[in-house]
């Protein structure tokens, strides 16, 4: 028979205070959200005027069909699946027998090594070094230099590092040893199996992280066929607001005109938000259950 505890007055206002904060929490992080989705979808005019504040007003996919007949989004959307996919799974490369290795308290020079890391999350070599490293490389205008130069995330390495340290009991390492496993397959058969959570939680850092990248691919592609999705989108954000901006005389005929464009631009701005999060957001709740799970282990040590 089990007791069941009685809730004192202070347990229940704590509760109410929980509850209250979580609601408010929830409607600031939903609103804007809700808001640009419904903005994607309303007539731009009740949008500027603010008569559309929550719920679409006067629905019109115009905004979504001038973004998707420009062909321009297909092949940055292209780009940008390739370039994530690659970037992540290189990422992933680097990052896991790193910090597999710098958890190994028999890594001889293991604090060394760490403090080398951490060193370059205070100090970097610039914009310009980098350049030119890249384009002594040949990677200028190629996936590798969107790829390869941010392909480890030591911040990353560290919250993996702490991940093997804390989750991964140092007693199955030891028994797969003696039964003769190197430490190759101890890591590819035993670690990565039991390791699923710090994965999936790096692959939605370096895969979102890559998603959103366009400084990058500013700097380094000169061919619009290889820019990824957020460099077009610039683009066309971009253009539209310098077509609303543009005008001769000042009469009403003309003021009309420039003002239908200046409505059409802000339509096209929240349907290009729309497009550019909307996979993030598809893809986050499969990787939810992981996330939590691994960002709380791999943080409970230092």
Known sequence: MTTRIQETRGDRIFLFANYLYLTLA?????????????ASISNPHYVGSGEMWLWPKGITFEGYQRVFENSKIWSGYANTILYT?????????VTLPAAYALSRRDLVGRNLFMGMFMVTMFFGGGLVP?????????????????????????YNIIVTRTFFMSA????????????????TRLFLTIILPLSLPIIAVMALFYGVGQWNSYFSALIYLNDEAKYP???????ILVLQEMS???????????ASALNNKAEVAALVKYSVIIVSTLPVIVVYPFLQRYFVQGVLIGSVKG
């Open 26 to 38: 929830f409607l600031i992080v939903a609103y804007p959200v809700v808001y640009m989705l419904s």
């Open 244 to 254: 609303a901006q543009t005008g001769g005389t000042v009469d009403a005929s003309t």
């Open 130 to 154: 980098t350049y030119l490293l890249v384009k002594d490389l040949g990677m200028i205008n190629t996936i590798w230099a969107l790829v390869l130069p941010g392909a480890a995330s030591i």
């Open 168 to 183: 991964i009991p140092r007693e199955l390492e030891e028994a797969a040893q003696m039964d003769g496993a190197s430490t």
């Open 85 to 93: 996919l690659v970037g992540t799974a290189i990422s992933l490369a």
């Open 229 to 235: 999705l957020q460099i077009i989108l610039r683009q």
